[in-house]
């Protein structure tokens, strides 16, 4: 058993909040709520209000969303999607984070970025900036891309295979880390005001990167930030995918709609870290989940039946189409998803469809899967008082072995203050929920194992200090 392994007194639940910033995320449809504030997503203030409700919340982190391009696998046009608002319009995410790390202390940032097109060069500045910003409160969520509209913006005529995807955000990373990890020694600062030299220039080196896909000979434009490389999170479980993560990813964010489906994951996620050579505990799985709650479970059933009123099909019917692939157009809307279905986006998302059955074990309809979509995506929906929440929460985590969740909104930020007044104590006062947070940056908060990333994280072998000894 690992040394690592958490015990049942020391197991804590995590809870990242999961948003984007567009106006209808995962609940297509409940923008138009009454009292959802999702259209507001264009403000500062939408933005500071949410983070201030998470630290009040002692949430982990606010994890964002992002996409490149429309969602026009459904219909083949913009027309539903911009139509539904599902996901489009969208803004950048990585904007949010300072005015949220200004009014915030300790919440962390999972910021979805994609490899397939920006360069790396630019992109390590990017992330070191906002770990400078925040103190070290950073994560990269890791995204290879799946949308095809997204690759014809920007010049190309689809997107690459699945797998080569991932060979060349192995690359990706690879930039990124020799640049974050391997170009400035810890003391190359001098800021010395006696001497006049700020950095000393025999402590900052050329990476010489030079690869199938890029080529970066010079140094690293950015002194080194509070944890160099910024927390990695990764979201794939395809076989691919849990090989990439196995090597890069510190968080994973799954999607599994019964308990034992999320059982089987967490242990394959576990196992491909692992075989990587690293402790089955260097990666937290987050596991996507929506919670509506209220004072009692009478009026959090009302307030669940008063959200699926506004769901919109055809919107969810879009979300399902991007993530899978496949138009949905095409089919009967009570056709099953069949296993003959092959996918070059989301392959997990296919899987999961796939595996996942309605209430009489039968495999999902379309329809069934877009009334499934239309509150909260396709995560699992808790529906209780606190109390009731926080016992199935707990439940799940010693069934299944993982680590936290991932909490979608039906409304925004309804959905994450009632998490914060009524689940949140429930939790504290059975053990199962921090009380406060742990001091220093986000990778220590995760793991308690300081700020850089651990020996055996496939970034270290890019380490300066490991390069220098190596020297010396």
Request: with cysteine; net charge negative.
């Amino acid at each position: 058993m690992s040394q690592n392994q958490p015990t049942e007194k020391q197991r804590e639940i995590l809870f990242n909040a999961f948003d984007m910033n567009c106006v209808a995320h995962q609940s297509p449809g409940l923008w138009r709520h009454p009292q959802d504030k999702a259209s507001d997503y264009k403000t500062i203030g939408y933005w500071t209000h949410l983070a201030k409700v998470l630290e009040k919340g002692k949430f982990d982190g606010l994890f964002i969303a992002d996409v490149l391009g429309t969602y026009d696998v459904y219909n083949g046009t913009n027309e539903s999607p911009l139509r539904t608002g599902a996901q489009a319009p969208v803004n950048d995410p990585f904007l949010l984070v300072s005015a949220m790390a200004a009014v915030t202390e300790n919440l962390g940032f999972g910021v979805t970025a994609g490899t397939a097109y920006e360069h790396p060069y630019p992109f390590a500045r990017r992330l070191a900036t906002l770990d400078h910003l925040t103190n070290g409160r950073v994560g990269w969520n890791v995204v290879t891309g799946y949308l095809p509209s997204a690759a014809r913006n920007m010049g190309q005529e689809d997107q690459m295979e699945h797998d080569e995807r991932y060979n060349h955000a192995d690359e990706y990373l690879e930039v990124v880390y020799k640049l974050l990890e391997g170009s400035w020694e810890d003391d190359a600062v001098q800021a010395d005001k006696e001497t006049g030299i700020y950095t000393d220039p025999a402590k900052v080196h050329s990476i010489n990167h030079e690869g199938k896909y890029f080529k970066v000979p010079g140094i690293a434009i950015t002194e080194p930030s509070t944890q160099r490389t910024p927390v990695i999170y990764q979201a794939g479980t395809s076989p691919r995918g849990l090989k990439f993560a196995a090597e890069n990813a510190e968080a994973v964010f799954v999607t599994s709609p019964t308990k034992e489906i999320l059982k089987s994951t967490v242990a394959k996620i576990r196992d491909h870290a692992e075989a990587a050579g690293r402790d089955r505990y260097d990666i937290k799985v987050f596991a996507m989940q929506t919670i509506i709650t209220a004072e009692d479970s009478a009026a959090a059933q009302a307030k669940y039946e008063d959200y699926k009123s506004y769901a919109d099909i055809e919107g969810a019917m879009v979300l399902i189409s991007g993530w899978m692939g496949i138009d949905l157009s095409t089919f009967d809307p009570d056709q099953p998803i069949g296993s003959d279905v092959k996918s070059n986006a989301i392959q997990s998302s296919v899987a999961t469809f796939q595996k996942a059955s309605g209430d009489e074990g039968n495999p999902w309809t379309v329809r069934q899967l877009a009334e499934w979509v239309g509150v909260g995506g396709f995560g699992p929906i808790t529906v209780g008082s606190g109390a009731e929440v926080a016992e199935k929460l707990i439940d799940w985590v010693d069934y299944t072995d993982v680590d936290g969740f991932n909490l979608a909104y039906a409304i925004t930020p309804g959905t994450f203050e009632d998490v914060v007044e009524f689940v949140v104590p429930e939790l504290q006062a059975r053990g199962a929920y921090k009380t406060d947070y742990v001091e220093g940056s986000l990778r220590n908060k995760l793991f308690g194992a300081g700020d850089h990333v651990k020996q055996t994280h496939r970034a270290a072998k890019y380490k300066i200090s490991n390069r220098v000894a190596a020297q010396a």
